[in-house]
């Protein structure tokens, strides 16, 4: 039997957002069987908490955010935690309890190696409780302008195919990366790649309001082909960044290749519609909520607590 995971105790990072620049401190705890990962926004009033799932996902710029609309109306978001649910997916964590003052996860090292080691430091507990798998059974695809992703069936774990265009030269060629997702593969592999972006977007990026927190060491920052201030942790990195899909797939068997991938949303709104008989739709890392709850998108009338 493959059990169920949380953490044994109660452990928690500190840092500033990578986009929104603000501080902020994440505390994980142990979540109970069949919960899944559940963010909860202490520094708001009654402590809203967000699913992840992908009904949970709404569109923001440059970054990975999910919304939970309120009682009253009032949106609730949590922006940029790609890192921490890769993490969590890397060490087999299913249930987690995630406690943030701010809307944005800390950037950290713009890594998920910080996260992966905290909560390996907190211990990691079985409960007892099979876990839940969900396989690819159907090709499932779709291709968004030059982004594509490909999911076939795969009865060995999760396999992830990503190719990653040479960005007009900067990378020197374009970059492939291969891996059968295991703990030990990604904790040595995936978890100390950086964020990476090129110079000529960081103008762009800070005109938008983004990037606040980002620096020349926390962002693997391209001006033409020369790395700005930084050194890369292992080679290819720009392309290792990539397999932080793992987040989107909630213990799913499959042989997964993908190119500039598509918007997330998308891809699992594609992919329930496309082919009924694929499950890998339904929770957004570990979560087991029904696949009927409610879509959550944030409408340009809505009020927004950030």
């Given at each position: 039997?493959?059990?169920?995971?949380?953490?044994?105790?109660?452990?928690?990072?500190?840092?500033?957002?990578?986009?929104?620049?603000?501080r902020c401190t994440v505390?994980?705890?142990?979540?109970?069987?069949?919960?899944?990962?559940?963010?909860v926004r202490v520094d708001?009033?009654?402590?809203?908490?967000?699913?992840?799932?992908?009904?949970?996902?709404?569109?923001?710029?440059?970054?990975?955010?999910?919304?939970?609309?309120?009682?009253?109306?009032?949106?609730?978001?949590?922006?940029?935690?790609?890192?921490?649910?890769?993490?969590?997916?890397?060490?087999?964590?299913?249930?987690?309890?995630?406690?943030?003052?701010?809307?944005?996860?800390?950037?950290?090292?713009?890594?998920?190696?910080?996260?992966?080691?905290?909560?390996?430091?907190?211990?990691?507990?079985?409960?007892?409780?099979?876990?839940?798998?969900?396989?690819?059974?159907?090709?499932?695809?779709?291709?968004?302008?030059?982004?594509?992703?490909?999911?076939?069936?795969?009865?060995?774990?999760?396999?992830?195919?990503?190719?990653?265009?040479?960005?007009?030269?900067?990378?020197?060629?374009?970059?492939?990366?291969?891996?059968?997702?295991?703990?030990?593969?990604?904790?040595?592999?995936?978890?100390?790649?950086?964020?990476?972006?090129?110079?000529?977007?960081?103008?762009?990026?800070?005109?938008?309001?983004?990037?606040?927190?980002?620096?020349?060491?926390?962002?693997?920052?391209?001006?033409?082909?020369?790395?700005?201030?930084?050194?890369?942790?292992?080679?290819?990195?720009?392309?290792?960044?990539?397999?932080?899909?793992?987040?989107?797939?909630?213990?799913?068997?499959?042989?997964?290749?993908?190119?500039?991938?598509?918007?997330?949303?998308?891809?699992?709104?594609?992919?329930?519609?496309?082919?009924?008989?694929?499950?890998?739709?339904?929770?957004?890392?570990?979560?087991?909520?029904?696949?009927?709850?409610?879509r959550a998108n944030a409408?340009?009338?809505?009020?927004?607590?950030?």
């Amino acid at each position: 039997m493959s059990a169920q995971r949380t953490i044994a105790h109660v452990a928690s990072v500190s840092g500033v957002g990578l986009h929104s620049g603000e501080r902020c401190t994440v505390t994980f705890k142990p979540a109970p069987a069949d919960s899944g990962i559940t963010f909860v926004r202490v520094d708001l009033p009654n402590q809203p908490a967000i699913p992840s799932h992908p009904d949970r996902l709404c569109q923001r710029q440059r970054r990975t955010a999910m919304v939970l609309t309120t009682v009253d109306g009032l949106d609730v978001e949590i922006h940029t935690p790609e890192h921490l649910l890769a993490a969590c997916q890397g060490l087999g964590l299913d249930n987690l309890t995630v406690e943030l003052d701010a809307v944005e996860l800390p950037g950290l090292d713009g890594s998920a190696k910080d996260f992966v080691d905290c909560l390996s430091g907190a211990g990691i507990a079985d409960q007892g409780v099979p876990r839940r798998f969900f396989d690819v059974t159907d090709a499932v695809s779709i291709t968004d302008g030059k982004s594509s992703i490909v999911a076939l069936p795969y009865a060995n774990g999760l396999k992830i195919t990503y190719t990653l265009d040479d960005h007009g030269g900067a990378l020197k060629g374009a970059q492939v990366v291969e891996i059968e997702l295991t703990g030990d593969v990604f904790t040595k592999q995936i978890a100390p790649a950086r964020t990476f972006c090129m110079a000529k977007e960081v103008e762009m990026l800070r005109a938008l309001g983004l990037g606040k927190g980002a620096t020349y060491q926390n962002t693997c920052v391209y001006d033409g082909d020369r790395l700005i201030d930084n050194e890369l942790r292992s080679t290819p990195t720009s392309s290792r960044c990539a397999p932080a899909i793992a987040k989107t797939c909630c213990w799913c068997r499959s042989s997964i290749a993908a190119s500039k991938p598509p918007n997330a949303r998308k891809w699992f709104s594609t992919s329930r519609r496309s082919s009924p008989s694929c499950r890998i739709g339904i929770p957004f890392c570990w979560s087991t909520g029904s696949p009927n709850t409610p879509r959550a998108n944030a409408s340009s009338g809505s009020r927004i607590a950030r």
